[in-house]
């Protein structure tokens, strides 16, 4: 695997914490949040650039899934380990 293309896999798996943190510090620094903004859109659309790549030149044979387990509690708790950061947010002085 390129350098280029484990890149693309960490900054993407970071893209949460990129959005979070753009948005906890969008009152204070906003060209800071605006940067972690656009890395956030940008190793998501990497990830899909390389996603497209390897399907259409690399991936030769296909597999047809069958069937699938909801995982409905593994993603709730994903989503529920980013919301605790929000609650640090200081909405008294909001306009």
């Known amino acids: 695997m390129t350098f280029l293309a484990k890149l693309v896999f960490v900054s993407a798996s970071w893209c949460p914490v990129y959005l979070l943190v753009g948005v ?54 994903y989503v529920l380990s980013y919301i605790p950061p929000f609650f640090a947010i200081d909405v008294s002085s909001a306009e």
């Not at 659309?45 to 593994?74: M, P, T, Y």
């Open 24 to 77: 906890l510090v969008w009152p204070e620094h906003r060209e800071l949040a605006v940067g972690l903004f656009v890395v956030g859109i940008i190793s998501i659309s990497g990830l899909r650039v390389l996603e497209e790549i390897v399907r259409r030149w690399f991936a030769k044979e296909h597999c047809n899934i069958l069937e699938c387990e909801a995982q409905r509690n593994d993603i709730f708790m």
